[in-house]
Nanobody, 128 residues
Framework: QVQLVESGGGLVQAGGSLRLSCAAS????????MGWFRQAPGKEREFVVA??????????YFADSVKGRFTISRDNDKNTVYLQMNSLKPEDTAIYYC???????????????????WGQGTQVTVSS
């Protein structure tokens, strides 16, 4: 059974940092598209970042709202993806979800419906 488990959320002041982890189990996600989405209260789930690892290296796609502040990395040996969030803002407050299993088609990476597997989410709260 495939599982994605997020951790690392919490409460942080504006300008602070958090690192989220997404540990996958059930099968290897070495060559999969791995993504992070978030959902703030009263808003639709939105794309944050996606990464895909291939023989030629990794490619990463960021939402404009987090570009320059968030980075993503993956440890394929641990089947884990990390989201490093720096310079956090109150508008980053949301439940953050890890996702996997999207087709390797670039135009789909930002679409939540393209992802087959989801974690349960971890709350990130940024105070002003």
């Amino acid at each position: 059974q495939v599982q994605l488990v997020e951790s690392g959320g919490g409460l942080v002041q504006a300008g602070g940092s958090l690192r989220l982890s997404c540990a996958a189990s059930g099968r290897s996600f070495r060559s999969d598209v791995m993504g992070w989405f978030r959902q703030a209260p009263g808003k639709e789930r939105e794309f944050v970042v996606a990464t895909i690892f291939s023989r030629s290296g990794s490619s990463t796609y960021f939402a404009d709202s987090v570009k320059g502040r968030f980075t993503i990395s993956r440890d394929n040996d641990k089947n884990t993806v990390y989201l490093q969030m720096n310079s956090l803002k109150p508008e980053d407050t949301a439940i953050y979800y890890c996702a996997a299993g999207a087709p390797t088609i670039e135009r789909l990476y930002a679409l939540d419906k393209a992802y087959r597997y989801w974690g349960q989410g971890t709350q990130v709260t940024v105070s002003s």
